[in-house]
């Protein structure tokens, strides 16, 4: 899903960066974020930012991916360093079964109606002991958020609960969970002994 005017002028704000650079990025690296010679996707990759604060941590090589063309055209203007591609979260079959080391989501998930499917492509492109790391708000302050911006997110059944009970049943191993006042914070682990698995 694409985000409403109000949220993606949010999203370019200097808060927002703020936000990412001096607080999650931060809270990532004690929960485990060590990205040198890795292999990174970042899911929603909006603008670029989370690629200049990702590449400081010395990935071996970087994606960006983003639904949104003015997203991608922001950050390939801004960071042309970088790669970045238009592409659905929902269908990663661009890139090979465990082709990643570890993949990035800075609260995407609960734009996406499908939210399950991007899961699990998560899962068949991380190689085994490979990391997820997401963040995400409850579903209720979703609704909130919702209420007084008119951001205007899809209506789903996402929610922690809900998320916590796909990781699990799809065999992520959550390593970390960092509950904050705005967001909780994820590190899953792929186990090793894992083999690729298809999206329903």
Not at 95 to 124: M, Q
Not at 151 to 180: E, N, Y
């Amino acid at each position: 899903m694409k985000l409403s005017t109000p949220e993606f002028r949010a999203m370019q704000s200097l808060p927002r960066k703020w936000g990412q650079r001096f607080f999650e990025i931060p809270m990532f690296k004690r929960m485990g974020l060590h990205l040198q010679n890795k292999d990174v996707l970042e899911i929603g990759c909006g603008s670029g930012y989370g690629a200049y604060l990702l590449s400081s941590l010395h990935p071996k090589s970087y994606i960006g991916i983003d639904l949104m063309e003015e997203q991608i055209a922001l950050a390939k203007k801004q960071y042309p360093q970088f790669h970045f591609i238009v592409q659905a979260a929902e269908d990663l079959s661009q890139f090979a079964d465990a082709s990643k080391d570890t993949v990035v989501i800075f609260g995407v998930l609960h734009h996406i109606p499908n939210w399950r499917n991007v899961i699990n492509e998560i899962i068949r492109v991380l190689k085994p002991g490979g990391s997820f790391f997401l963040e995400e708000p409850r579903g209720v302050d979703v609704k909130v958020f919702d209420a007084l911006f008119r951001w205007g997110h899809p209506d789903t059944d996402f929610g922690l609960k809900a998320l916590d009970t796909h990781l699990t049943q799809r065999g992520l191993v959550i390593q970390s969970r960092q509950w904050t006042p705005l967001l909780t914070m994820y590190h899953t682990i792929k186990p090793t002994d894992s083999s690729p698995t298809r999206s329903a």
